[in-house]
């Protein structure tokens, strides 16, 4: 059974900057991908940015350019820098994970609140 544990979310100014963590624990072997996904209130999940495991990555248009997806296999960690957040960022990110078999994880989630 896969555990993703998030940290790193909170309240920041626009321009500001936060980094999230999401540690795996489990089948962490089996592990194709990780990657984090985000939910405005009232509005559905959406993409943000994943990376497999051999260091392809992907992101949304929205996000190129200010958020960067890195991941330490050694630690089965994922991280997301998230640079120049703007109000629009304000929703809470999950943390994902497929593993090679298809099957998905989700983390709990972390609020991240960009606001003056």
């Known amino acids: 059974q896969e555990q993703l544990v998030e940290s790193g979310g909170g309240l920041v100014q626009p321009g500001g900057s936060l980094r999230l963590s999401c540690a795996a624990s489990?089948?962490?072997?089996?592990?194709?991908?990780m990657g984090w996904y985000r939910q405005a209130l009232g509005k559905q999940r959406e993409l943000v940015a994943t990376?497999?495991?051999?260091?392809?990555?992907n992101s949304a248009d929205s996000v190129k350019g200010r958020f960067t997806i890195s991941r330490d296999n050694a630690k089965n960690t994922v991280f997301l820098q998230m640079n120049s957040l703007k109000p629009d960022d304000t929703a809470v990110y999950y943390c994902?994970?497929?593993?090679?078999?298809?099957?998905?994880?989700w983390g709990q989630g972390t609020q991240v609140t960009v606001s003056s």
């Open positions: 994902w994970a497929v593993l090679k078999g298809g099957e998905n994880y």
């Open positions: 990376i497999t495991s051999g260091g392809r990555t």
């Open positions: 489990g089948s962490i072997f089996s592990i194709f991908a």
